[in-house]
């Protein structure tokens, strides 16, 4: 249902604005039939149609022309479906298909293969996305794909508008379900039948055999640790980041995926007189400070996520992304308290506290760690929690690190209810209208819902709408669950003010699942060079519906006219503003709003983006608190403050203990105010 009408500003009246999923069951059964219905038929047609072809040589042409197709199919990326609507995917497949088989008929035998590998390859990603989205077991779907034609037309399993993704050129990667490589080998096979007969047959398969085995022991390579080496391919992959803007020479780096390769790292980088430095993903790379003389450790821990449903708990091996975590934790009716994406990886983000989606009602993320799994400097691999080493377990969650290298975490999980989640974008001029009504909004809003406020430039990248790209827009996104008030409730509400304020361009909130959450803040997939700067703002109450007036007056006069890409105003308060019993360092965040700019590089340089950014901050810095997330701190030269000053003897008393001789103090985060810095 759009929200382009003005509602009044009810809660009964706005939570009926939210659209709703339709309920799983026999929709989502006829669903999963037809999208195994349709892989099996886009396989089969790509095979048979081979047959049509009137010569070897155009044979062979197509076959040339299957490949180029299927080339550019995958290098759209194998997701390029997810959350856009299946069914529109797989029509345009089908429709292509359908255009292969007339040019074969018209004897345009190029033409047909291109559109052939164009329709088969798509066809099939989308329709095994859509199978999985339904979450019927395979077996199940196929045998109803036998009997079940007319659910073509039947609902999806998540209806209503997705907030927009960034679709890049990927590697060519299928599916999690390999069904995609059938329908590529099934091409290849009937064209080398077709236009060589059994030897050439025979060939591609041995072909394929070797290409499997060597990918078989390139992936058993890949699931090994490596030594420390100063260069070579394994160095390369241990310095690789997610942020571009930094480049990571250490003089050892290695990639570790078990406890005892841990172990064997820190004495080797110990035996050479290096210090120890550690990342998993690199979305704070910018944070390291110089690495000369160190050794830096990849953890990849080589574990599965597991889940206690039961206990509600998840264990995470270091290395993992939240999007590694997320569906397998939806799965059992939970979610955790991530963060605004699903590439951050889970150790860095909740030990430096973690500002999560669904913060106003989970509050800061690290505390929701029940352990944490470490290796210390004396090679000793400890699991800590508020029994063990209560005082380590207290400094980890926020202290800033050079503790250890940490192994994996678990953490507690919650039932969020029903989720409402969404994106809404708005031109620039009606700025002010709609950033004081969610100023107001923000003032008196329940815990249940967080959300924020930004002006963004979206880059012309396939998946985001291309009218919205290459100038400021102002969005609000965010995500509602059931908490001090039911889900629709909060964002209903919020929506209805928001609109009485000023019509949307584009508006997708909605009922979803979890899966969605981890896409509502529309974070790219890429870092490329850029600056940044964060604070917290509003030292008084988040309740104080002035001071949220004037930090938003102050935001939009620097930002409207700025040639920041991202300036955001992160709504704090809830449960973020308050410390529960047992917390970590950082239990809590000090402030109304998260204050974060970020601006590339560009032509223009790294100068001119840092005083883009300056300019931005002297509009704002009058509302300072003097503290910042430090999940969201990650330049090293920028001023940052991650807890008071009387917790610093604390944390170093900690750190001193564990560390005694300093292995691991390069690896202390800004912010951490440390005097082993």
Known sequence: MSISTVAPPRPAAAAAAVPTAPTLGRAARFSAATASLLVIGATGVAVSSVAVAPSVGAAIADGAG?????????????????????????????????????????????????????????TVMAATGWLEDSGEPRDASAVLSLVVVAAAVSVETVSGRRTPVFVLPTRPHLSSRPVAAVVLAALAASFALRSGG????????????????????????????????DRGRSYDKAVAVFDA??????ELAATVRSVDDVREAIESARARGLVVAMHTTGHAAAGLADLSGSALVKVAIDEPVTVDAERRTVR??????????????????????????SRVGVVGYLTRGGLSAYGRHTGVAANAIESIELVTADGEHRRVDRDHDPELFWALRGGGGGFGVVTAVTVRAFVPGEIVTGTTIWEVSDAEAVAHAWAEWSAEAPSAITTSLRVLTIPPI?????????????????????????????????????????????????????NEVPHTHMDAPFAPAHSSAHALLGAASPSDADQAHGIVADFLRATTDSSVLISELRQLGGALAERPDGAGVV??????????????HGKPGR????????????????????????TLASERHRAARSFPDGDIAGVDAVRARVDAEGLFRIDVAPGAHSRLI
């Open 245 to 250: 803007t930094v480049a990571l020479r250490p």
């Open 587 to 600: 239990g809590h965040y000090r402030g109304a709003f998260g204050w974060l700019n970020l601006t590339l």
């Open 316 to 341: 995470i091996p270091a290395g993992r992304a939240w999007g590694d975590v997320v569906p397998l934790v939806a799965a059992h009716g939970l979610a955790v308290p991530h963060g605004s994406s």
């Open 462 to 514: 396939p998946g985001m709408p291309f009218s919205l790209t290459r100038r400021p827009v102002l969005v609000v996104d965010g995500t509602a669950v059931d908490g001090d008030v039911r889900a629709r409730e909060a964002a209903g509400e919020m929506l209805a003010r928001l609109r009485a304020a000023a019509t949307p361009r584009l508006a997708t909130w909605r009922v979803a699942d979890q």
């Open 607 to 630: 100068d001119a983006a840092e005083a883009a950014i300056d300019a931005q901050w002297a509009q704002v810095e009058r509302w300072r608190t003097g503290y910042t997330a430090p």
């Open 66 to 122: 299957a490949a180029l197709g299927s080339a550019l199919a995958l290098m759209q990326g194998a997701h390029a479906s997810d959350r856009r609507g299946r069914r529109r995917f797989v029509l345009s497949g089908l429709v292509l298909l359908g255009a292969a088989l007339l040019a074969h008929v018209a004897s345009i035998p190029f033409l047909a293969g291109l559109l052939l590998g164009i329709g088969a390859v798509m």
């Open 198 to 229: 059994v030897p050439a047959l025979v060939a591609l398969l041995v072909v394929l055999a070797v290409a499997i085995t060597v990918g078989a022991l390139r992936a058993r390579r890949r699931v090994q640790s490596t030594p420390l080496a």
